[in-house]
């Protein structure tokens, strides 16, 4: 399932309004910063008007949201998505694939890994698959969700250093998320 499928039921206005509280913004600084009225804004948040095309492209762009979520947007107002959604291993990204592996390989004799925005594995280096020799095998069946896989009890990794390591990861981890990787 894609991000516009994800998104598809929920009004723009909700939208908006999850992306402009993730940046921690009020109506007041995004309508400023955006330079569009704050009652256009509340209209758009909660439904009473519909933003356009370009009005929901302008707000996104402020809110620094990225293009796969820019479609979202897009398709939850009845537009078209503006940005091609391309998987890694489309041949027109051969070039990016070839850098991660060349980068991966350089990292070598110490593990590496590439992950995308949901966690999951995209491509590791050999020291990785070394490292991952005791891990229980249902946690490396594809897709392999990398946060599941260094924090679920059945891997081998899980320590007594856990208890104060987690939060610090599970904090920095959420302070990244978006608003899409947050229910899945």
């Known amino acids: 399932m894609n991000a516009q499928t994800l998104h598809a039921s929920r009004p723009i206005g909700d939208l908006l309004r999850e992306w402009r509280r993730h940046r921690r913004l009020s109506q007041l ?24 095309r370009d ?24 537009f078209a998505p503006a940005f091609r959604e391309r998987a890694l ?29 949901y966690w999951q ?30 924090l679920h009890p059945a891997s081998r990794h899980a320590s007594a250093t856990w208890a104060s390591g987690a939060p610090t990861c599970c904090t920095a981890c959420a302070s990244r998320s978006t608003p899409a990787t947050t229910r899945s």
Do not use: C, K, W
Not at 33 to 49: D, K, M, W
């Open 89 to 117: 291993d489309d041949p027109a990204l051969a070039g990016a694939r070839a850098t991660i592996e060349r980068l991966l390989e350089g990292l070598e004799p110490y593990p590496a890994l590439a992950v995308d925005r």
């Open 29 to 52: 600084d995004l309508a400023t910063g955006a330079e569009i009225s704050t009652r256009h804004l509340s209209f758009v948040e909660s439904g009473r008007a519909n933003p356009s």
């Open 55 to 78: 009005m929901i492209l302008h707000l996104a762009e402020y809110l620094d949201v990225p293009l796969r979520e820019r479609n979202a947007l897009l398709v939850a107002a009845n």
């Open 121 to 150: 594995l995209v491509a590791s280096n050999q020291a990785t698959l070394r490292l991952l020799g005791g891990v229980a095998p249902e946690l490396l069946e594809p897709p392999v969700n990398v946060l599941r896989l260094s």
